[in-house]
C-alpha cells in the first residue's frame, strides 16, 4: 500500500488562473481532509469530505472547493489564484472519524 | 478563539540531553491533543496522542489541563529525534486539527 498520494507534486500558476488538486487515500479509508501548510505555518484546515459531500470546512473562502469521488479520492480546486495561495497542499485520509489522520505528500503550488 | 501555540521556531540540544517541546492551547472545553512530526524528506505522521498515554520512541506529552499545555518530553534524545514537530489540537465532536507553528528539533552529536 503506498499510503495517501497526491498528484501532481508541484504546480505553477499565474494570478487569477485554476488549479485542481488531486487525492487518492490510503487503502480502506473513506475520509480525505485537505490542508494548506504556507511557508513557516504549520497546516490549516481546508475541509472534510466523507460519503462523496463536504462534512467539515474551516475558514477559507468559496475559492476553495472539493469533491470527492464514488472510490474515495478526492480533488480540490482553488479558482481566481491570489499570490497568497501559493502553500503546500496537504491530503489527509482516515477511516471515519476520530480516528488517526495518515497525511500525504503533499502538493507545492506556486502563484507568480 | 481555537489556537495552538509552539513559542520556539528552534531547538538544539546535544544527544543525551533532555528535550522539552513546549505546546499551549486556547480552547474553552476539552480537546483532543496530538502532536504530529515530520523527519527530513518524510510526510507528516502522527507521533503520540494524549487519550493513548503512551510513549512513542521514548517521548511523553501530559495534558496540563490548568496551564493549557501539553509539552513533548524525552528523557535523552537521539540523533535520530531530528525533525519538525507540531502540536495539534481536535475541537470536541470534529476531526479537524488546529496546527501551532512547528518547532524545529536539532539534536547534534
Known amino acids: 500500500d503506498a499510503g495517501v498520494t497526491q498528484s501532481p507534486t508541484h504546480l505553477i500558476k499565474t494570478r487569477g488562473q485554476q488549479v485542481t488538486l488531486r487525492c487518492s487515500p490510503k487503502s480502506g479509508h473513506d475520509t480525505v481532509s485537505w490542508y494548506q501548510q504556507a511557508l513557516g505555518q504549520g497546516p490549516q484546515f481546508i475541509f472534510q469530505?466523507?460519503?462523496?459531500?463536504?462534512?467539515q470546512r474551516g475558514n477559507f473562502p468559496d475559492r476553495f472547493s472539493g469533491h470527492q469521488f464514488p472510490n474515495y479520492s478526492s480533488e480540490l480546486n482553488v479558482n481566481a489564484l491570489l499570490l497568497g495561495d501559493s502553500a503546500l497542499y496537504l491530503c489527509?485520509?482516515?477511516?471515519?472519524?476520530?480516528?488517526?489522520?495518515?497525511f500525504g505528500p503533499g502538493t507545492r503550488l506556486t502563484v507568480l | 478563539a481555537q489556537r495552538v501555540t509552539q513559542p520556539e521556531k528552534l531547538l538544539s540540544v546535544f544527544k543525551g540531553a533532555p528535550v522539552e517541546l513546549k505546546c499551549n492551547y486556547s480552547?474553552?472545553?476539552?480537546?483532543?491533543l496530538f502532536w504530529y512530526v515530520q523527519y527530513s524528506r518524510q510526510r507528516l505522521q502522527l507521533l503520540l496522542r494524549?487519550?493513548s498515554r503512551e510513549s512513542i520512541k521514548g517521548f511523553t506529552a501530559d495534558l496540563n489541563k490548568g496551564e493549557t499545555s501539553f509539552h513533548l518530553k524525552k528523557p535523552f534524545a537521539q540523533e535520530e529525534d531530528s525533525a519538525m514537530y507540531y502540536c495539534a489540537l481536535s475541537p470536541l465532536n470534529t476531526d479537524k486539527l488546529i496546527f501551532g507553528t512547528g518547532t524545529r528539533l536539532q539534536v547534534f552529536p
Open positions: 480552547y474553552s472545553g476539552s480537546p483532543e
Open positions: 494524549h487519550i
Open positions: 469530505y466523507y460519503e462523496e459531500e463536504e462534512r
Open positions: 489527509a485520509s482516515s477511516s471515519g472519524t476520530g480516528t488517526r489522520l495518515y
